[in-house]
């Protein structure tokens, strides 16, 4: 069975795009996407400043597999499956801390931060031929990183992480380089979970048309707190194929960024602040570049379960499927470091998050809501076997327009047809449907 | 361990007492969802927090929260939750709040400082429970108090069960 065509239906001449509902419905696509999406494919695992210190580390669960993320003694970062070599306890039962050893609690071997094996108690009672240099934590296959994001790969075939990221790089820098001396996760994270596919939470953080409905009351509280002044920004925004299944929606500023626009919500006091923010902007990156980073909304999927959304402010949202009808989520704030703990940039920052994001925010939950009544809606999918995902197929595309859900859903079809990516689309997707269909029988 | 006086002991008891019926009449108005009647409760530079879960001694300064209200923002999220086109809690959820051990832990003037634990119910399509420890400022108001700064901190490691903290908790 064919995904293309059969289960993703891309028909450029007609402009239809359709999905086929048990793609999240199957438990047996689910578990072929675990083998062929998450054991193939760079997953996103934290970003290094949660560990800035030699021995910290966190804890992880990344496409199903318990991981140690961490700094070891010497400072380099590495990452651990969190089981113990012996005979399988869970190693770390912490969600973070710092550590020289980790003992397993369950007979006692400990191993180092390199996850080297430096006691097994009663080492007497093992053979002369036992050799404990086969029983060192195990590493993934790779793990690689970008400007602090740090990914996994359980493939040891894998292209590198960077040509992996190809053309999602310049979006990654356009978050990255708002920051003088480097960007950090901000402390405290937003752990919550959505009773629907995982794909669907995809589609939801990349989809520009849902925002006037989902969201009326978001959209009202901004225009309540005198902001939301370019009245067509959502509209008029562009949504683009990177390549590799990464896509982007770019459209200009619809509310108060921290970095750099401001509205009144953030107060007449940070007028200059803001200002002189977007000046030292431009100052280091050129008068185009500058205000491209400052004023423009980015919502940026990194192929197949990174959400990078910067916006009221930025977030770092990892999807992690947990069932057909399940995901858990896991999102930060991504935050420059020359913000300071206490200042008045960071608690605007958080501020400014807190209005739309997270599971208290005036937004997603409203998302969360939408995602799982269409998750409910798909136990008719025997009759009812369709979603629709044609919008802007005979236009260029803008940000209201799903051009960046298509990229994900072509990439996802031609992965797990063994294809790898599809041709990146660049360009309008179905010129010829933008005539009318020929009626029968009339001459035009 | 000295004994303190019996009228300093009934005093203490007759504040505790007037706290815990101040919280059960504010429980009160949450489940009924007479949330503009809430509002009311609150001085004019009230806060609202709820700490992220893995970080429960979070402050809104230095960590991403839950939530973290100022008084404008009450006002914006009971005119949301108020509004039809709030999805997550329209039709609204049905909550039962459960409130105990109410300690007070100072007094100075007008502001009694307080903790109580809870157990929020929610039901909708499913049903979830949401409990942790308040900690309150409270300013008396006549025979009555104020809320001044209200934070709910959560006693679970996620929100996995929960989905979303779409309810005041």
């Known amino acids: 069975m064919g995904y293309r065509d059969e289960l993703v239906v891309d028909d450029r001449q007609n402009g239809l795009f359709r999905v086929n509902r048990t793609l999240m419905t199957s438990p047996d696509v689910y578990r072929l996407e675990q083998a062929t999406l998450f054991d193939h494919y760079w997953l996103y695992v934290g970003h290094d400043s949660e560990i800035p210190r030699p021995g910290d580390f966190v804890r992880r669960t990344v496409g199903g597999r318990p991981l140690i993320f961490l700094r070891d003694s010497a400072g380099t970062v590495r990452m651990h499956f969190n089981t113990c070599t012996h005979r399988g306890a869970t190693l770390c039962r912490e969600d973070a801390g710092n550590t020289r050893l980790f003992q397993c609690f369950y007979h006692a071997w400990s191993f180092d931060t390199t996850g080297k094996l430096v006691v097994t108690p009663g080492a007497e009672a093992y053979s002369p031929r036992f050799d404990r240099g086969l029983y060192n934590l195990v590493a993934p296959a790779r793990c690689g990183s970008y400007r602090g994001l740090w990914f996994v790969n359980y493939d040891a075939e894998a292209v590198d992480l960077p040509s992996y990221l190809g053309n999602a790089i310049e979006y990654l820098d356009l978050v990255m380089d708002q920051a003088a001396d480097g960007m950090r996760i901000v402390k405290g994270a937003h752990l919550y979970s959505v009773n629907a596919n995982w794909k669907l939470m995809v589609e939801n953080s990349i989809d520009g048309y849902h925002a006037p409905t989902v969201h009326a009351t978001y959209v009202d509280f901004v225009k309540d707190s005198g902001g939301g002044q370019r009245k067509a920004a959502l509209a008029s925004g562009r949504g683009i194929d990177l390549g590799n299944g990464h896509s982007v929606i770019e459209s200009p500023a619809a509310w108060a960024r921290p970095i750099a626009y401001w509205e009144p919500f953030f107060g007449e006091d940070a007028r200059d602040e803001i200002e002189q923010k977007l000046a030292r902007l431009i100052d280091r990156h050129g008068e185009q570049r500058g205000r491209r980073m400052a004023d423009t909304f980015r919502n940026l999927l990194i192929f197949p379960n990174l959400i990078i959304n910067d916006v009221a402010a930025i977030t770092v949202r990892r999807i992690e499927p947990t069932a057909p009808g399940h995901h858990s989520l896991q999102a930060w704030a991504l935050a420059p470091a020359e913000e300071l703990e206490g200042s008045a940039a960071l608690q605007r920052r958080l501020d400014s998050f807190l209005t739309f994001l997270g599971p208290g925010g005036f937004a997603s939950p409203d998302d969360v809501e939408a995602l799982e009544s269409c998750q409910r809606g798909f136990a008719a999918v025997r009759e009812v076997q369709w979603s629709d995902i044609s919008r802007g197929m005979a236009t260029t595309a803008g940000s209201q327009d799903e051009l960046q859900i298509r990229t994900f859903w072509r990439a996802y079809a031609s992965v797990m047809d063994g294809a790898g990516f599809p041709q990146r689309v660049d360009g309008i997707e179905a010129p010829e449907a933008a005539q009318a269909p020929v009626e029968a029988g009339v001459t035009r | ?169």
């Open chain 2, 1 to 169: 361990m000295t004994v303190a006086p019996a009228a300093d002991r009934l005093a203490r008891h007759a504040l505790r007492l007037d706290v815990e019926e101040f919280l059960y009449a504010e429980a009160a108005l949450l489940d009924a969802w007479r949330l503009d009647d809430w509002f009311a409760l609150f001085t004019a530079d009230a806060r609202y927090e709820v700490p992220s879960t893995d970080l429960p001694s979070g402050e809104p300064a230095t960590a991403l929260m839950l939530i973290s209200d100022t008084h404008a923002m009450i006002a914006a999220r009971v005119k949301r939750l108020n509004s039809r086109k709030a999805h997550r809690e329209f039709p609204w959820s049905r909550t039962r709040r459960i409130i105990g051990n109410v300690r007070i832990l100072a007094e100075s003037g007008e502001e009694a400082e307080a903790t109580a634990n809870f157990a929020v119910y929610r039901s909708r399509r499913d049903v979830s429970v949401y409990m942790g420890q308040y900690r309150y400022r409270l300013v008396r108001d006549g025979d009555t108090f104020k809320i001044r700064f209200r934070r709910a901190e959560l006693d679970l490691e996620t929100l996995d069960s929960h989905g979303t903290l779409s309810i005041i908790l």
